[in-house]
């Protein structure tokens, strides 16, 4: 039987979109763009069907909301996405006066980068992940991002374009995976970070069943395997939007070197429930996440 839950790599969104965005941000500030964003979320609910439903049926079997209200929230869903990337672009281009930062076990992962230990950073497609690196020249450029190549090649296409610029390091994740495994290893043994948002898989991948929210879910095996194998600290990472343009920067390390692949799947799982708890709506997975 064909898995529903399908996510195919690619991320919505065009160059022209983004420069609009970037160039309304930076001239005018995050809260002229959010009001632009009321104006064009409704484009995106209407012709974006499958995240709308994805949207609908996060809100009303997993966080159990009635049907009016699940409704409503796939509205007010989309647009705090758009405001966290409305964040991002202006915290990019040196915006960071409009908003302030909080921050907890960031000097554990200061620490691994000054003493050279190499670590992983487990993310998820919560709150504005980006957003953390980006305030930090210092553990930056010690990043790598491993991406799924379909994500990757779109990112290029941006900075090709002349609309975005990265302060971290990509790793294309593709189809083989042994040269990304080895550009992995090649960044852990130099010291640095390499994180992942380690949520989604593509199909044919091997998974890890967990439970998410009381509900059965898959997250993509390699990434933990990666993650034991290398024997190195582990790091659970988020950016949390809060209120009033306020962000919340979370660093928890485990040692993983007793873990296996399927406990540090479990132990990121009760992670990431806790965040979907506190910030329901900052969940953007905008797909078929949970086996029915």
Not at 108 to 119: F, N, P, S, T, Y
Not at 214 to 222: F, T
Not at 235 to 254: C, E, P, Q, W
Not at 269 to 281: G, H, T
Request: net charge positive; aromatic share 12%; glycine share 8%.
């Amino acid at each position: 039987m064909e898995d529903k839950q399908q996510w195919n790599g690619k991320s919505r969104g065009g160059a022209l979109g983004t420069t609009i965005f970037v160039k309304l941000t930076t001239i005018c500030g995050p809260r002229v763009a959010y009001v632009l964003l009321l104006l064009v979320i409704p484009y995106f609910v209407l012709f974006a069907p499958k995240a709308s439903r994805a949207s609908y049926k996060y809100h009303r079997k997993i966080l159990r909301r009635g049907v009016v209200a699940s409704f409503g929230a796939v509205f007010f869903h989309f647009y705090t996405f758009g405001r966290v990337l409305v964040d991002r672009i202006a915290v990019r281009h040196g915006l960071t006066h409009f908003y302030t930062f909080k921050r907890s076990g960031e000097a554990e992962v200061m620490q691994l980068i000054d003493q050279k230990r190499g670590a992983i950073l487990l993310g998820a497609h919560v709150g504005a992940w980006e957003i953390g690196p980006m305030m930090s020249d210092r553990y930056a450029s010690k990043i790598n991002v491993a991406m799924i190549d379909a994500e990757y090649q779109a990112v290029k296409r941006v900075i090709e374009n002349g609309v975005d610029i990265l302060p971290y390091n990509i790793i294309p994740i593709k189809t083989d995976g042994l040269e990304s495994v080895l550009q992995i290893k090649q960044a852990i043994d130099r010291g640095e970070l390499v994180s992942f948002l380690s949520d989604r898989y593509l199909q044919g991948h091997d998974t890890i069943d967990i439970t998410l929210m009381g509900k059965p879910a898959k997250l993509p095996a390699g990434v933990f395997k990666i993650a034991t194998r290398l024997r190195v600290p582990v790091v659970l990472y988020s950016s949390m939007r809060d209120r009033g343009l306020a962000y919340n920067f979370s660093f928890k390390t485990i040692d993983s070197k007793s873990l296996t692949p399927q406990k540090l799947a479990e132990l990121y799982a009760e992670y990431l429930e806790e965040l979907i708890k506190q910030y329901p709506d900052q969940w953007f997975n905008l797909y078929d996440f949970w086996r029915n």
